[in-house]
Structure formats: C-alpha cells, structure tokens
C-alpha cells in the first residue's frame, strides 16, 4: 500500500455532469447519478442506517505494474481500493470482492447495497477495487492512445490478481480463506471472468447484469426497450409503446422541416447548438433515444430521475387535456426536462463537433465519467453500439451503426474492421455467453435490455443463474427498500443461499485438504 496519487487527480471527478456527449454517455451518466445517490456521498454522516454507518471505510492505494503482461516495463500506477472490516470474524474469514467497472468506486462500494449488506450473515471482509483509468485510478500520464493501449478487461483481471496478493497479506487474510468477486454490468462480467481465467484466486462469482456476449450491432437492446413500454408490470402498455414511436416520428418531422422548425425544436427540446447539419440532427435522436432506454434500463431504482410508469404517464398526456397528434412530443419533451435537472444538464446534446472534441480530450478532468476510456474499450473489446434499424424499433433509425463506429475511427484511429475483429477475439477468449466456468451465479433482470447478452439459464451443473420477473440493470445490487417486489426479495434470499453452499462447500474443501 501507497501514499495517495498526486493532486490534479483532486479534480477528476469535476467534469462528471458537464461535458456533451452522446447517447452511450447519457446511459453513463444515469448509471453514475444513481448508483452515487444509492450509495450515498458518505456513509458514516447517515445516521438512519443505525450504529454500522459510524464505522469508516478504510480507503487505500496499491502500487500496480502499468504493463502487467511486460516484465522489462517498470511503470506503475496508484490504484484504489475500500475496505469495510466492520464484519469481519478475521484471517480466515470469506472475502467479498466487489470490483469496479467503467465508472468511479467510491466507498459506498464496501458499505452500501447487497453484497455489502451480506457481509455480516458470513462474517466477511468487504474489498472494493476501483478498475484501472477510472475514477482516481488514472495513471499519471493521462488517457492518450499510448497510455490507453493498457486499458482492457485483461488488464483489469491482472490487477485483480495481483491486488489478491498485496491485500491478503496487508490484511494477513489467510490462503485458505475464500474470496467471491462481486459485480455489476461490466464489472459482472469481470466477477464472471475472474472465475473462469483464475480459479485458484477466486473461490466464486456473482454476476449481476453482466454483458458476456460482446456484439457490434446492439439492437437487441432497443427489442427489449420496446417490450418494457409495453409491459403493464412496470406501467407500460402497448399505447406507450405507440406513443413513444409518434413522439420520435414528430421529433424527425420538424427536423426534416425548415430552418424555422428546426429551431423552435431546438429551443423546446433545450437541445445544444443548431439542428441544421444532419449528424447533429443524429446526435439528437440518440439522446433521446437513450433517454428512453434510461428510462427502462434503471427503471424502479432509488435515485432514477425518470421511470417507466413516469415515462409513460408523459407520453400519453396524462393530466393533459390535449390528445392531440403532438401530446406525445410534449410528453418526450417533459421526459427530457426532468433528465436534464436530474442530472444537472444545461442542454441535450445535438453537436457531433462537440462530442467529438469531449472524446479527444486526453485529460483526466474532462472525462469523469470515463466517456473517452469506455468508448476505447467499446472500440477494442465489445462493440455495445445500440441500432435501431428494425421494423419493430419504436425510434428513429437515425443513427445507423456506421456513424456510430465512425467514432472509433475519428478519435482512436481504429478501423471499422478492426473493431469487428476485436469484437470476436473477445468472445473467442471468454466464451461469450457459452461461458464454461464453474461456480458462478448470474443474475439478471427481464425487463434489463442487458439480460439478452448475458447467462439467463444454466449451462451446466455448476452454474446456476436467476431472471428476476421484471428487474431492470443490476437492481438485485442495491439497497433494499421495504418497496422491493417478491420476486426481488426472492432472488436476494437465493444469493444467499447459493453463498451458503459455496461456502460450506469452501470449508468441506479445506477440511477434506487437511485430513
């Protein structure tokens, strides 16, 4: 363990809500806005959560090989990581590593939420492990292609490992002591693929919404995102869904109009810039788009700012008198108002320029949400670009996959073919979802565009997986709410079950070792 980075990391985190970017970012920065108003800016101030909350998480540094994978590079870098000792029965205790993803890890990662909350039926040592170039795990060098060449999902299960070792003997854990890695959305997948590539490390994995089939063209996601607006569980409907697809054909018809139509579309939408050149016109619909899919993707969960039962509610004009074709536009544009004061937006964005210049941004500061880290790493590993190209999408087929694979060629130099082939070396390494490692359960939500990328039935005897009738992403990880649905308390008390039995299974294992 290190001292803390230098201080112009201070300001990382600055940018978070006030850079412009496009639809992918949107989605961020709902999942940033929730999960920091889930976790709570500082526990140990919350006094509601009763005596465990006065305890302080410990916040640490650990100095990690910039190039794990070249023994002759000496480099390094300051990674951080949580610590809630609160529960812990001591060495031979479980460990419950709950690893970061594409985002910050603040240290409501070791306090907050479920496998945080589990950590006192087992007895267990809570980690969090912030994923390198997030957060204030950014090597000094900043975020240029020459420094960004050491960001992948390989490197990050390196750093696991070698964080295993620096933090079992820091904590003088002992080598019989099990470590489950917890994880949500991309960090479920490294929970997942941790056990798979290193189970002499990790004893087990829960994978929460976790994308393990990387894809080029994602418009599965908008499939799913138009049965949720449909379904009367959530407060859709199929009028929703109708609405919805009238809204966005009314939003393409002023912007096929004049300059004139285009411009009040401007003002009342809050959108950024002029809407007269085409991509910005693309930019636009896929701020929508995703503010929509936002809307299913975190519906339900504390600290959303928009609903499904909300969305809806909007777009067939209730509390409106007016039926008119236009209600539905007037119920997208209320939608977006009540994003953008969420998330403390001053405007949509509707400027391809703009975008592209956040995205080239090499500093730290201008990326706190990580947008130019994940689009390198959407770029070389996953693909993940939502289309909406089918008969059955309820949006405008605006922007069609090539623009959105143009960005990796504008900011990474990265060609359309090469993204591909990355895309399928990705799969061919981890398995997709054909996935073979043992001991892991995953988890998901029905109602999760997500869930269609990941496990949502075993593949084998020791694998075991959960859908959750109508969740949506990762909500099996937040805190529980006395609002919670059977089917989620349901689930939750399986996790802990399928705790219980890995970790009898871990102690029959050690006692039959010893014999």
Known sequence: ?????????????????????????????????????????????????????LVLPKEGWLEQPLDPFNTSDRRVFLQRYWVNDQHWTGQDGPVFLHLGGEGSLGSGSVMRGHPAALASAFGALVIGLEHRFYGLSVPAGGLDMAQLRFLSSRHALSDMVSAHLALSRLFNVSSSSPWICFGGSYAGSLAAWARLKFPHVIFASVASSAPLRAVLDFSEYNNVVSRSLMNTAIGGSPECRTAASAAFEEVERRLRADEASQEALREELGACGTLSRLEDQAELLEELQALVGGAVQYNGQAGAPLSVRQLCGFLSGSGNRSHSRTAPYRGLRRAAQMVMRSLGQRCLSASRAETVAHLRNTEPQGSGVGDRQWLYQTCTEFGFYVTCEGPGCPFSQRPALPSQLSLCEQIFGLSVSSVAQAVAQTNSYYGGQTLRATQVLFINGDADPWHVLSITRPLGPFESSLLIPNASHCLDMAPEK???????????QKIFQQLQTWLTLAKESLVRGGA
């Open 1 to 53: 363990m290190t001292a803390g980075p230098a201080l112009w990391l201070g300001s990382l985190l600055l940018g978070s809500f006030l850079g412009l970017s496009g639809s992918a970012s949107l989605l961020r920065r709902l999942r940033e806005h929730t999960q920091q108003l889930q976790e709570g800016s500082d526990p140990s101030l919350d006094l509601s959560l009763g005596p465990s909350a």
């Open 482 to 492: 006395p609002s919670d649905s059977p089917s989620l308390r349901l689930a939750r």
